[in-house]
Structure formats: C-alpha cells, structure tokens
C-alpha cells in the first residue's frame, strides 16, 4: 500500500491466504468462545471450512449461525442475538458480505446493551462496552468492515437504519481474495459498482477531509483501474486483491466522510421495489455526478478525483465532470448493470413517492449539494425509461 496504513480505521490483515491467520488472530483477542455469522450462500460456497479449521486449531469453540438475509432485518438481528446467547459467546465474526456484517454488528449492539435496534438509530447512541467483533468480507463491495455502522432494515417499513457506534468497529478485517473468487458475475459487478460509488461519493461530500480523501483517491485508482480485468477474468486472483482493498479503503473514506446524494436515490429504490443496492447506486450516480458538477467546488472536488485516478480528460473542471460521468456511465453498460429504472419495477406513479423518500434520507445531507424532491424527481425521471 502506498498509504500510511496506520490511519486506518481497522487493520487490515491483507492477502492470498490470509484466512488461514483468523484463529491465531482470534484466540489473540483473549477468547475461546465465537459465534460466526453468515449466510447460506457463503456456507454453501465451502468458504467456511478453512476458517473454522483454523479456529479450531487455535483452540476456539465456534458455533455459526448462518441464516443472514440480504438486506438484514431486526428479525435477522434478533435470531443472532438467540444464537449467541444460546453459544455463550465471546466474540463475533462477521463473515460474509456487508449484510452478514451488518447482521453480526446489529446483534452485538442488542446482545450487550439490550433494547431494539430503533435505539441505536444515529451515533454512539450505545452506553455498554460490546463484544471483540472480527469482519471476514468474502464480497469487495460495502466497506462495512471498516466502518462502525451496521445498516438494519426495520422490519415492516425496510426502512435502513443506519446504527453506529465506535465500539461496533472491528478489531480488525481479513482480507484474503481467495473468498471473492466464488462470487457470481452479478454479484462482483453490483458490489464493485457500489464499492466505486463509495470512492466517488466519499471525495465530494461536506465532511470529506485530507485523510478521507486519501482513502477515496486511493480506492478509486485501484477500483477504476482493476473493476474490467475482474469480470473479464473471474480468476485473476491479484485483481480481487486490488478490488477487495479498494473496496476496505473505500469503507474506511466512509467513516469520515460519509456518503452522498446517489445512495440518497437508491436506498428508496431498494426499499420500494427490491433493487438491488449496487445496481440502484450505479444506475443513480452518473446523474448525481453531473448535477452536483453544477456546483464550482464539487467540480474541483471531481476534477481531483479523476485527475487521481488518470482517467483522461481536458484538464477543466467542468472537463472533469463530463468524463467522470461519461465514465461511470460506460461502466454501467459494460458490466450489463444498465437498466432502465421502468424494466426494474418503477413506474412514473412512483416517482413522487421516490423522490419524498430520498429527500429524506440521512445520507442526502451529506451531499455536497442540498438535494430537493424535485431534483431527485428529475434524477429518476432521467433514467425511468
Ligand atoms: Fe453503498
């Protein structure tokens, strides 16, 4: 890495066959007791294997529970926090994508302070120490290994509450890119757009700052440079290593930065009509791009983006946001993610309600424009049919 590893958030344990150091690492938290929490298609996938081998090996009694949905709901968290209860245990592992983390987060927030997950809607809204909690990501996508937040889905409304606390962030991340391997086309595609979407968004936000802004540069160079040979070559393992580090480096830019105006969009989309989180993002970001590129220090912002990543353009702001978007647009068209927001189940009905629900989204505030309805009614308007 050619930045200064010791202000990220989480330490990353990073490789090829990293995984094989998560009991020795574990067992050094000073616990013997681990629930590990994932969900069916990663256990299916045989990812599981080598990971409790090595816990074993180091003296860990592990149980799994695997039963995470996507999109996680209370009702996910609450069958966790059964588990662990059930398991005595000491320590958590999330293991899996940002839902499984998410999941595994959720429930160390219930399981040591009580009360439902509404409670911790916000930040540091938790008063008691929580458990070692550990993240395994085995998607290159959400970063959620190194934030604090755990997003859950209330239940009834699939509203995401985004809960975080200081005390939910991992003691630390493997990253071994051997467990990306196994991921479905779609599914690399859809968490790289996202991951990509979080480099891009990170650098423009109100709160961004020269550290976060090293982690969006860095993580946007080594997504945008390394997201094609991924797809066109699913086993080119050194390229799931770059994607799934700029997919961390993203996460952590995340942590400070926050995200803007596109995930606003999305959030409504995936409540609403099941899009999946990736794909909404991707499809929103490039109108997101342009409109805030209205905007003369969200151009530069983008400008410093681009120019750090060596994608071509005139050497003009305005040049920049043109190419920035034109760019993220082609991305879309080349991983088949391109999909008029109508074939996905929106109707134009449906867009004032959309749009009410994106205004209002936490995440929007961050933008580093102030979005209306009408603006994010045109954004869905733009690409409806
Ligand atoms: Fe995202």
Redesign the pocket.
Known sequence: MNLDASNLPVPLVQGEGTLSQLGSRVAGLGVSRVLLVTDKGVSAAGHLEPALDSLKACGCDVSVFDNVHANPTELDVLACVAAAKNHGAEALIGFGGGSSMDAAKGCNFILTNGGAMSDYWGVDKATQPMLPFVAVPTTA??GSECQRFALISDSTTHRKMACGDIKARARFAILDPRTTLTQPPFVAACTGV?AV??AVETAVTVKRNSQSLEFSYDAFRRLSANIHAIMRDPGNVIARAEIQLGASLAGAAIECSM?GAA?AA?NPLTAMCGTI??QA?GIMLPGVVRLNGEDGDAAAAYRDLTAAAGLPFDGTDRGAVTALADWLSALLHDLDLHRPLRTLGVTREMIPRLSAGAAEEWTGTFNPRRLTSDDFARLYSQVLD
């Open positions: 996508g959400t996202d979407a979080h995200l995930h999305a989180h990736g993002v």
